[in-house]
């Protein structure tokens, strides 16, 4: 699994900021001009144009579709489904994927090979606005349009409908998928067909929010975080889940979002079973590449979600 996991590290490392006078600079600009620094989908250079595909990590063309999801409000969201590898060992499970706040989806490509050839699931990438070959600027209204309109293109899909959806968002994915499962929950309480499809959540080095978040990220720029109007307050969606297993993977080394915030979320978490798995050396983003990551995965899905289909990990 090395030449995958390296693919993964290479692939979203971004160069972080490292002087106090660009700092500076960004606390000046938050106001105004802080949908360009929490939505950095510029990053790294061509990351609007050049998107990675499948096939580039080993991904047979007959497993993965590249699809575009048609929004309420007129957007167009690029997308990857990737089948199972092996269908007669197939979960019967779609991974449904937010990624974090910089590059595309074809940078994290490399994840979706793993959960869908060790790890037997579908998988559904979805790229919001505004990243990547998607349509649109990104905000965080919109974005909660994007991650309902990748659980809508499952529900609509006559392959994936019957199939049990997890949500697994990475960093500004996990305040994402978060919101998606609250409001799913609520329709389902309203409307029979959906109950039970949402069958688990998985957190990755996510924020309390995005307020919270400005001091340890940008420490010049701490005064100004009132000044924020991209909230993603995460801790107030969580506790609002209940009865859906949830998987939190904290890297304990993790540079941008203190470790600390998965620490809090876990804790005012209601929702039972809830897993806690820490990764010592994960950083925001590499935890990923760490040992047992993927453990945690299987394990979480062999048993809480599908506990009949898919191979132990390691295979």
């Known amino acids: 699994m090395s030449y995958y996991m390296n693919n993964v590290v290479n692939a979203l490392r971004v160069s972080l900021i490292g002087s106090s006078g660009i700092a500076v600079l960004l606390s000046g600009l938050l106001y105004f001009k802080q949908n360009e620094i929490i939505y950095p989908?510029?990053?790294?250079?061509?990351?609007?144009?050049?998107?990675?595909?499948?096939?580039?990590?080993?991904?047979?063309?007959?497993?993965?579709?590249?699809?575009?999801?048609?929004?309420?409000?007129?957007?167009?969201?690029?997308?990857?489904?990737?089948?199972?590898?092996?269908?007669?060992?197939?979960?019967?499970?779609?991974?449904?994927?937010?990624?974090?706040n910089a590059g595309n989806i074809g940078y994290r490509?490399?994840?979706?090979?793993?959960?869908?050839?060790?790890?037997?699931?579908?998988?559904?990438?979805?790229?919001?606005?505004?990243?990547?070959l998607s349509s649109g600027t990104p905000n965080e209204k919109g974005l909660n349009i994007d991650a309902q309109a990748g659980l809508d293109?499952?529900?609509?899909s006559q392959e994936l409908r019957d199939t049990k959806v997890v949500v697994y968002g990475q960093?500004?994915?996990?305040?994402?998928?978060?919101?998606?499962?609250?409001?799913?929950?609520?329709?389902?309480?309203?409307?029979?067909?959906?109950?039970?499809?949402?069958?688990?959540?998985?957190?990755?080095?996510?924020?309390?929010?995005?307020?919270?978040?400005?001091?340890?990220?940008?420490?010049?720029?701490?005064?100004l975080a009132p000044l924020c109007h991209q909230i993603w307050p995460t801790e107030e969606m969580l506790p609002k889940i209940t009865d859906i297993p949830i998987l939190f993977l904290s890297g304990l080394k993790d540079e941008i979002v203190p470790p600390s915030h998965m620490r809090t979320l876990y804790e005012i978490c209601r929702s039972e079973p809830k897993v806690w798995h820490e990764l010592p050396e994960g950083t925001h983003n590499d935890t990923v590449a760490e040992p047992g990551y993927f453990q945690a995965v299987d394990d979480f899905l062999r048993t809480y979600v599908c506990p009949t289909k898919g191979r132990r990990w390691p295979a």
């Not at 979706?112 to 060790?118: I, K, P, T, Y």
Request: glycine fraction near 8%.
């Open 109 to 132: 490509l490399p994840i979706a090979r793993v959960l869908h050839d060790e790890l037997a699931c579908s998988v559904l990438m979805v790229q919001y606005r505004g990243y990547g």
């Open 153 to 156: 293109w499952i529900r609509n």
């Open 171 to 223: 960093s500004l994915g996990g305040a994402v998928g978060t919101g998606l499962v609250v409001r799913a929950q609520k329709e389902a309480r309203e409307n029979e067909k959906w109950k039970g499809q949402i069958a688990g959540m998985i957190l990755e080095n996510t924020f309390l929010s995005i307020k919270k978040m400005i001091p340890s990220a940008f420490p010049p720029a701490r005064y």
């Open 41 to 100: 989908r510029n990053v790294p250079a061509n990351a609007r144009s050049l998107v990675p595909q499948p096939e580039e990590f080993h991904i047979p063309s007959h497993c993965a579709d590249e699809v575009y999801i048609d929004t309420p409000d007129g957007e167009k969201l690029h997308a990857f489904h990737i089948r199972p590898a092996n269908p007669a060992r197939a979960r019967n499970v779609t991974i449904l994927m937010f990624h974090g």
